[in-house]
């Protein structure tokens, strides 16, 4: 029997991820909800010729998105996920088996490693594995909350930790990541500004050294191989970014009004 289930995704130009997204939850859920915020290539005829119900919402944030998605789910419960993942077969058994054994009863959520594909391997040490992530809820209570670049799922009661990984496939290449950094840092310079902190040279210097010795030394970022320095790498350098957007921003506070837009 197919459980009360609903699969909530958000998209916007997905055509590539979502037929892998889908085809991981075929079967599995009573629904699914894709809602996409108004993409120019394949993506809604793939969602709708997969059996999704498919819904326009023009772009809210990704937490707002997701809670709107969350609002259009019909079941008791609901599997959220990225267009960019998908459930690993064993996932899929412990989901299904979670719903046989009667443990929706006890629990008000469902949480699971995140496992990334990156470089041509599986990333599992460092700072992106674990990665556990809470995406399969009651319906009734749950909510996506957070920052707008870091949301999460939040339930008001139990969460039973499944063992088997959720596939992600957010980086297919090294650009991929670099063109983010900039989205990060803008939305870190809001809420540094928001909280009234000032930019701190200690912090923009440590903050980066600590990330790549805690990822790559303590987490054994060193046992993926390159991939594994690289995101060490990466990560330093993202959080170097992020705190001299700070002192740029602080820098250009200071000066006259003709003098803040870059010279010709």
Known sequence: MVPPLSVSIVTCNEERNLPRCL???AGLAAEIIVMDSGSTDA???????AGARVIHQDWLGYRDQKNAALAHCTHSWVLALDADEELSPRLRAEIEEFFQTGETERYHGASFPRKVWFLGRWITHGDWYPDRKLRLVRREGARWMGSPEHDFLD???PVKKLASDLHHFSFPDTATYLRKITVFADE??????AAGRRWSLAGNVTRP???????????????????GLWIATGIAFQTFVRHSRTYEHAVKER???????TPQ
């Open 188 to 193: 870190y310079l809001k809420r540094e500004l």
């Open 43 to 49: 993506t809604r005829h793939v969602a709708a010729s």
């Open 209 to 227: 050294l600590w990330r790549f010795f805690r990822g790559y030394v303590l987490r054994r970022g060193f046992l993926d191989g390159f991939p």
């Open 255 to 261: 000066l006259p009004d003709e003098q803040r837009a």
């Open 23 to 25: 085809a991981s939850v």
């Open 155 to 157: 339930v008001p009661g």
